[in-house]
């Protein structure tokens, strides 16, 4: 089991779950968010420009997201395997991914799907925000990014479910419970 995806709305514990599971099992975590924010941080020209559609809660236009995804995954800390946490989030993204394994050779071994109710993710959203303090962690933009997620990232899930990849993960209750599910669902020894 060396490359996954995870898939869930925000707030539905995908950064959090993918540090864990990535530890257990030895391979890279991609966080799309995280390139994004260390990009913003560093003030890069990629920050600039996905600063601008983050702090509204939307997505990265395809091209530039993409494109850097497509770069990270050929250096060479993936050859031992993956877990692309945040990515792909529209089908057009789908498609991308599809390209860049089949040119590389290999496929993906599962897709975890997180889920939890709209309540509980906008309450951790804004739980997050008096710690973190995140620019799209306000709750008008928690709720767009909820309504973004059910219109362009539901399809995502629907097409590996067609596949017959997906694994549901109730993401409910504490983070050491779903981690518990997660390592179960990929049939891996919590120990
Ligand atoms: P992300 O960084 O992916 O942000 P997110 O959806 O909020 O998820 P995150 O992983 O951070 O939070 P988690 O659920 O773990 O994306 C941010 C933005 O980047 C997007 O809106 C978009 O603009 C851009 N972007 C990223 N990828 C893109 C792509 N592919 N295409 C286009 N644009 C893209 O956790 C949330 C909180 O819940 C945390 O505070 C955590 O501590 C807490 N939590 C987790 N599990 C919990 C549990 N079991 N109980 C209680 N709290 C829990």
Redesign the pocket.
Known sequence: MTRLLII?P???????QAVRITDRLGIVAI????I?RANVKGGTPLGLEAKK??DA????PDSV?NRMVRDRLQQDDVANGFLL??????SA?VDELDDILKEAGVELDVVLQLTADSDELVA??L??AEIEGRA?DTEDVIRH?LDVYEKQTQVVVDRYLERGIVRHVD?L???DE?TARVLTVLDVDPA
């Open positions: 869930g925000p707030g539905s514990g995908k950064g959090t966080s799309t968010g995280d994004f559609y983050m809660g939307d997505y990265v997201t946490d945040g990515y792909p989030r529209t993204q951790r959203l739980k997050r799209d990014r993401g209750g504490d983070i779903v």
